[in-house]
């Protein structure tokens, strides 16, 4: 068994039962550019996988060059830190523990103060994900990688932010990371699917800003109101 390179883990939500169990496009997403380059990696989800201390350490080793944890605020987050803690304990601080997702996008300030986190990808993460990655194996500073923030030693380092992605650039998903099948529903709204797969990331893009969606602000887009006289 090849051991990862990288360690990408998505932990439950608090809300995870039936056709609410998307595939963790997040991690999906920055996984590929990782692929791509050469990299190992190895994807948990937690809420379609048992994640605990045996089963992380089998893939701890010297080859491990950082863990990436995606989080949502809410219940997500408080399972985020238990893996952050674990993988910790696990690699006895020696490996760079790296989280995004819209929290940590949104309050990266708090979000890299915590003692088990130590970088903060802010927004999109495919380009700062790698370039992290790249950076942790080169031993390189991390002042030069775009979208993040990170700690050195007291002070939290905010780096330039990072232009959104064209997603005519977006690479193909890497869907041999996961088990598909545990993601196939029988559709909550369209009661004659049985097989049922979310494809897609619905809120990259999206031009509109709903007050229950954190889209908008990880986006910083500005709503332009459009008056149809008739």
Not at 22 to 29: K, Y
Request: hydrophobic fraction near 40%.
């Amino acid at each position: 068994m090849q051991m990862p390179h990288v360690l990408l883990l998505y932990p439950k939500t608090g809300f995870d039962y039936g056709s609410t169990v998307a595939p963790p496009h997040s991690l999906l997403a920055v996984a590929a550019p990782v692929l791509k380059a050469g990299y190992s990696v190895k994807l948990f989800d937690q809420r379609t996988q048992t994640i605990n201390e045996d089963i992380l350490s089998r893939f701890i080793s010297n080859d491990l060059i950082c863990v990436g944890i995606s989080s949502m605020t809410g219940t997500q987050i408080r399972n985020a830190l238990q893996f952050s803690r674990l993988i910790r304990k696990l690699t006895d601080g020696k490996v760079p523990i790296v989280w995004g997702g819209a929290h940590p996008s949104i309050i990266p300030e708090q979000t890299v103060m915590n003692e088990n986190v130590d970088v903060v990808v802010i927004g999109e993460g495919e380009d700062s994900f790698l370039e992290l990655v790249r950076a942790f194996e080169s031993k390189n500073e991390l002042s030069d990688v775009k979208g993040m923030m990170y700690k050195n030693g007291e002070e939290n380092v905010k780096t330039e932010e990072r232009v959104l992605l064209d997603v005519e650039d977006l690479l193909p998903v890497p869907w041999q990371l996961i088990d598909v099948e545990k993601y196939i529903h029988r559709d909550m709204y369209i009661k004659e699917c049985s097989r049922v797969l979310d494809l897609g990331q619905t809120s990259r893009g999206c031009p509109y800003q709903c007050g229950f969606c954190c889209s908008a602000t990880i986006r910083k887009s500005v709503l332009t109101l459009v008056t149809l006289h008739i």
